[in-house]
């Protein structure tokens, strides 16, 4: 039997099944590719480099528009991710209440967000 999809890199979208290592955040997986990567750019970083978003960037639209697809996947499973683990608090007796407070909004907000009517 094959080993299952759990998630995949929000960096380069390979699942786990792929890399040798998937590392989680809070919503969010990095595999040792993309670690690897992320040092040898933090390593070859000049010190004076501009702090801007990857959005503001001088990129041509082709290159944006490649970008696209990417964010919407990685914005998927982060939605996924958090409902996840909203059924998690549900199945451990977390109350809605608890739940929306957790999540900076209203019992009410969160029953409608992550509600059985939501499944
Ligand atoms: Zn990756």
Do not use: Y
């Amino acid at each position: 039997m094959a080993a299952a999809v759990i998630a995949r890199c929000s960096f380069c979208a390979k699942p786990n099944t792929e890399v040798d290592t998937l590392v989680g955040g809070p919503g969010v997986f990095i595999c040792d590719g993309c670690v690897q990567l992320c040092v040898s750019v933090i390593d070859g970083k000049p010190s004076d480099a501009p702090l801007i978003a990857p959005w503001e960037h001088d990129l041509p639209l082709e290159q944006v528009l490649q970008n696209l697809g990417p964010v919407a996947a990685a914005t998927t499973q982060v939605q996924q991710n958090l409902a996840a683990w909203v059924g998690k608090a549900r199945e451990l007796g977390g109350t809605w209440a608890q739940i929306g407070d957790a999540l900076g909004m209203t019992r009410q907000s969160a029953w409608e967000r992550f509600g059985p009517a939501t499944a």
